[in-house]
């Protein structure tokens, strides 16, 4: 199992408790889609995942591991092989777009002229080929967002959590990314792919977790 | 770990941290560098000061009017003698009656009332080091085996000067700490004023998997390299004002009143303080972004 839910609760500090009772098990290698409306808790539902938050109750297990019991060291070997888009990118406003996507690389261990050859053709892949050079704030939010997925992927990690990742960009644009996460997914990568767009979700067969009041709910509750 | 080396530019350059910490860095170092110098020459002034004081008596045969010449030196060279075979003592000289009256002239005009004055006669002692003689005890044995006398320990008003240049010499210490603490507290500040303007940037590098000390270090280069710059400057304004401070004092011939010592000992220590502060700052730095990156989870 790769990630898996038992009865988890995520409850601010400030007292609101926006997920309540969650139980999922997702099998590697597949594609999810993860939907709601606005203020569902897909994004904290992400960051339990990604260990930003810490359930309240309940255990959340990631590449057959108790969470729980993980120690602080575990973490970065753990988080590395994890891919992250997150909702309002992140990111870093001086470096440039190449220099954005290569980060995770970077941190990785690899100098920089060993991986500048890979990361230019994964730009290129995700459309930013004349790009590579722009800092963040010269790039449109389409554009941003793009830098962003390649920086999730470009370490081909055992699973991506996008978040609302085509938020950003046209409907044409959103076609594209989809095909990209798709081509990612076929390649082994399992595949979070968190959106509120219902459109977007209809046209894919793919498995969905849908988020209301907090709960989990079937299909068949989402019909009624 | 071969990350990009710019990633906390923004709250250096940018925010003008960078400047900020600099400046506070080298008055910081400016400061300490003094303090410690003048603790330095302080306490070894005093030490000597102390030491000269504790080492010297004077013994003080009173005058009695129409006492016959003869018996006058008897009674003296008794005195000396006397003096001479006590163990603590290692050297008796008789102050001349032209010593004494030099000594007074200063305080008297009238050369005729200065010949009438009835003058003691004055004997300097040299203690041996080490020995402890107590001025009361002398006295004593004095006046047994002798005659009338009066021992003075210098170390009775010059106690208070001692006891000012060891006063000097606290402060300069509590000074010196004092700047150690603004050091630390400074960079902590900048630190976190740093960390609030690169929140983002730490937050991303922490849930990519970066290890804490590989974010840490990055930080660590920044302060470094403002560091070591600003510790060497303000060690050079140090240094500066120091031979200035001793080449105005030479020249108005009161070096002499500074104890003679080593100035390879003040280097050294002064040296201390730039590379102490420097490394101060980047302990501090590191301390606060390993905390920071504690609280986030
Ligand atoms: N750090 C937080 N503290 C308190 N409330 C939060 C926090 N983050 C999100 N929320 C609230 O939790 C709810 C779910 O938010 P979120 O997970 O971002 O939903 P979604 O991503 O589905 O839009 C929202 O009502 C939001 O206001
Ligand atoms: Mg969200």
Redesign the pocket.
């Known amino acids: 199992m790769l990630v898996s839910f038992e009865h988890v609760s995520l409850r ?3 007292g ?1 408790t ?1 997920l309540d009772d969650i139980n999922l098990a997702l099998m590697p290698g597949l594609f999810y889609f993860l939907t ?12 339990l995942i990604y260990q930003m938050e810490k359930p309240s109750a309940g255990r959340v297990t990631l590449f057959d591991r108790d969470t729980a019991q993980l120690y602080r060291h575990e973490y970065p070997a753990l988080r590395r092989r994890l891919g992250i888009v997150f ?1 309002d990118f992140r990111l870093v406003p001086h470096l440039s777009a190449l220099e954005n996507a290569a980060l995770p690389l970077r941190l990785a261990g690899a100098e920089r002229l060993d991986v500048e050859q890979h990361v230019k053709e994964l730009l290129q892949w995700v459309g930013l080929g004349d790009r590579l050079h722009a800092l963040p704030s010269e790039l449109s939010g389409g554009e941003q967002q793009r830098v962003s997925i390649a920086r999730a992927i470009v370490n081909k990690p055992r699973l991506l959590l996008a ?2 990742p085509t938020g950003n960009v046209d409907d044409e644009s959103a076609q594209k990314l989809m095909h990209l996460f798709l081509e990612l997914n076929k390649m082994g990568t399992t595949v979070i792919f ?1 959106t ?1 767009q219902k459109d977007l979700v209809r046209r894919y067969a793919k498995p969905i977790l849908r ?1 209301r009041g907090g709960r989990l709910i079937t299909a068949r509750e989402e019909a009624a | 770990m071969g990350m990009p080396s710019n990633l906390f530019a923004t709250a250096f350059s940018q925010q003008r941290l960078g400047l900020m910490f600099s400046i506070i860095m080298v008055l910081m170092v400016y400061l300490g560098t003094l303090a410690i110098a003048a603790q330095a020459v302080l306490a070894r002034t005093a030490l000597t000061w102390g030491y000269d004081l504790q080492s010297r008596l004077t013994v003080e045969i009173p005058f009695i009017p129409d006492e016959d010449p003869l018996l006058k030196a008897t009674k003296r060279d008794k005195m000396i003698a006397a003096l001479r075979a006590m163990p603590e003592v290692a050297d008796v000289t008789l102050i001349k009656d032209d010593e004494t009256r030099r000594l007074l002239q200063s305080w008297i005009d009238d050369a005729a009332l200065l010949d009438a004055l009835p003058l003691p006669q004055l004997l300097d002692v040299t203690v041996k080091v080490g020995a402890a003689l107590e001025p009361d005890a002398m006295q004593r044995a004095l006046v047994k085996q002798v005659g009338e006398a009066q021992v003075y320990s210098h170390a009775g008003w010059m106690d208070k000067l001692f006891g000012f240049l060891t006063g000097l010499g606290v402060i300069a210490a509590v000074m010196l700490v004092l700047t150690a603490f603004a050091v630390v507290t400074v960079i902590s500040v900048v630190c976190r004023a740093a960390l609030v303007v690169q929140h983002d940037t730490i937050e991303l590098l922490y849930f990519m998997g970066a290890p804490d000390h590989a974010i840490a270090k990055q930080f660590q280069k920044h302060i470094q390299a403002l560091a070591i710059p600003a510790s060497l400057i303000g060690f050079a304004l140090a240094v500066l004002t120091i031979a200035m401070l001793v080449f105005m004092l030479s020249s108005l011939g009161g070096l002499s009143l500074i104890a003679p010592l080593s100035w390879v000992t003040v280097g050294g220590m002064m040296t201390l303080i730039p590379v102490g502060g420097a490394s101060l700052a980047i302990v501090a730095a590191r301390v606060s972004l390993l905390k920071h990156l504690r609280r986030l989870g």
């Open positions: 601010y500090p400030c609101r926006v709601g409306a606005s203020g569902a808790g897909k994004s904290s539902l992400l960051r909702q978040d609302e968190a509120h988020l």
